[in-house]
């Protein structure tokens, strides 16, 4: 009898843990690794980093959710197009320490901030990390998701 009740009490604080840790995550862990160069609410910064709020991320939430995985799985170098007329020249490197779960929530915080409610899930990322991209696959990708 005891023994059943810490079970489902155990069972219980895991479930609302994870899905609460998930929710809250994207957001923790988008401001103590990427807002440093990419400004709080993903807005950019001119010649630092390119808008995480933009129509690449959006057609990117729609068509090719793999795109922002890639990108912070895998870094990113190089000039971009950006959709004010601009560029940017610069380097993203991947950001090795962030398990898959963590990539899955800041991503979707990403998708979130773009007013999508488009999610990718940790096996995703895995996925993801496993496949061989190049910077230039990368670059081919972003220039579709430009159009
Ligand atoms: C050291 C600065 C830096 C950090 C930290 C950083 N980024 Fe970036 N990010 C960049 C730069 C610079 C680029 C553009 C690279 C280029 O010019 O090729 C970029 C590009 C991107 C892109 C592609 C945008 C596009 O328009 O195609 C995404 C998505 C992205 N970053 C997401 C993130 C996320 C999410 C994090 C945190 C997990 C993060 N970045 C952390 C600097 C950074």
């Known amino acids: 009898m005891t ?5 489902s009490v155990a ?3 895991v479930a609302s843990c994870t899905s609460a840790a998930v929710a809250a995550d994207g957001a923790q862990i988008f401001s103590s690794t990427c807002q ?7 807005v950019g910064a001119p010649g630092l980093a390119p808008p ?8 990117a939430a729609a068509r090719q959710k793999d795109y922002p995985v890639m990108v912070v799985t895998k870094g990113l170098t190089g000039t971009l197009a950006l959709a004010d007329g601009g560029s940017i020249t610069g380097a993203m490197p991947p ?3 962030l398990a ?4 899955a929530a ?4 990403v998708f979130h901030l773009n007013r999508t409610t488009a999610a990718v899930k940790a096996a995703d990322v895995a996925r993801i990390r496993a496949a061989a991209a190049t910077n230039e696959d990368l670059k081919r990708l ?5 159009k």
């Open 11 to 13: 069972v219980a604080a």
């Open 3 to 7: 023994r059943r009740v810490l079970v």
């Open 142 to 146: 972003r220039l579709e998701l430009s």
């Open 95 to 97: 950001q090795q320490a």
């Open 106 to 109: 800041v991503v979707n915080y």
């Open 36 to 42: 440093a160069c990419h400004q709080a609410g993903g």
């Open 52 to 59: 995480l709020v933009s129509p690449i991320l959006k057609n």
């Open 100 to 103: 898959d779960t963590d990539v």
